[in-house]
């Protein structure tokens, strides 16, 4: 199981120096949220900060991008330095377009789902994604509590995913602490993002290493 520190709880005038400290704290990925004030009410970054940090570290850039339109991007955070980039399910018309526009691009393909959206849904791009995300907060804002009904939804996106006889990564994000990483890996997940259970931990070694279940 591989743990994604998300960027959004981080010290962001420290931002370069804070990627490295996620790497030296033993973390797979760092999640880096991009959100476009349209598809989700909060604004965060862009592919310029993404290009600013990528020399930092060598970790993998777990990309997730919470904007509208985003094959219009897709190409500009592959350049940055993504080397992940999942997109939302309900932020475009062109989802399988742009799915192939990042494989095209020679980055890991990922497909996220708010949590009203149905499992049933992903199942069309199944054979185009290296990972799944599920969202267990609606999408916006670190700190907001873990959607219990996610539990259901995950066990659910990891048998499709067994079915499918495919090796897709089952990422999960929104209120993962140590509190509940059990039951998130237990049902299924395979990657979890954490940003405030991480970066409010004594320090991030310990708030990575906690979720290690
Ligand atoms: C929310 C973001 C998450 C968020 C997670 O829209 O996608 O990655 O930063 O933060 P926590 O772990 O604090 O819920
Ligand atoms: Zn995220």
């Given at each position: 199981?591989?743990?994604?520190?998300?960027?959004?709880?981080?010290?962001?005038?420290?931002?370069?120096?804070?990627?490295?400290?996620?790497?030296?704290?033993?973390?797979?990925?760092?999640?880096?949220?991009?959100?476009?004030?349209?598809?989700?009410?909060?604004?965060?970054?862009?592919?310029?900060?993404?290009?600013?940090?990528?020399?930092?570290?060598?970790?993998?850039?777990?990309?997730?991008?919470?904007?509208?339109?985003?094959?219009?991007?897709?190409?500009?955070?592959?350049?940055?330095?993504?080397?992940?980039?999942?997109?939302h399910l309900e932020?475009?018309?062109?989802?399988?377009?742009?799915?192939?526009?990042?494989?095209?691009?020679?980055?890991?393909?990922?497909?996220?789902?708010?949590?009203?959206?149905?499992?049933?849904?992903?199942?069309?791009?199944?054979?185009?994604?290296?990972?799944?995300?599920?969202?267990?907060?609606?999408?916006?804002?670190?700190?907001?509590?873990?959607?219990?009904?996610?539990?259901?939804?995950?066990?659910?996106?990891?048998?499709?995913?067994?079915?499918?006889?495919?090796?897709?990564?089952l990422e999960v994000?929104?209120?993962?602490?140590?509190?509940?990483?059990?039951?998130?890996?237990?049902?299924?997940?395979?990657?979890?993002?954490?940003?405030?259970?991480?970066?409010?931990?004594?320090d991030l070694k310990?708030?990575?290493?906690?979720?290690?279940?």
């Amino acid at each position: 199981m591989k743990v994604s520190p998300s960027i959004l709880s981080c010290d962001f005038a420290h931002f370069g120096d804070q990627i490295r400290a996620v790497e030296e704290a033993g973390a797979e990925y760092i999640h880096i949220d991009v959100m476009d004030g349209v598809f989700v009410p909060n604004i965060s970054l862009g592919p310029v900060m993404v290009k600013a940090v990528r020399p930092y570290a060598s970790i993998v850039f777990d990309t997730h991008l919470m904007i509208v339109n985003p094959i219009k991007y897709v190409e500009e955070f592959a350049k940055a330095g993504a080397d992940l980039i999942t997109i939302h399910l309900e932020s475009c018309d062109n989802v399988e377009e742009t799915l192939l526009k990042i494989k095209s691009l020679g980055k890991k393909v990922g497909l996220s789902i708010k949590p009203k959206t149905p499992v049933s849904a992903l199942e069309p791009y199944l054979p185009l994604l290296d990972l799944i995300l599920i969202m267990s907060v609606e999408p916006g804002f670190g700190g907001q509590a873990y959607i219990p009904e996610s539990t259901a939804k995950i066990a659910e996106t990891a048998a499709l995913i067994k079915k499918s006889g495919r090796d897709i990564e089952l990422e999960v994000d929104g209120g993962i602490s140590a509190a509940n990483a059990k039951e998130v890996v237990d049902a299924g997940a395979t990657v979890l993002v954490a940003g405030s259970a991480v970066f409010k931990a004594k320090d991030l070694k310990t708030g990575v290493d906690a979720l290690r279940v």
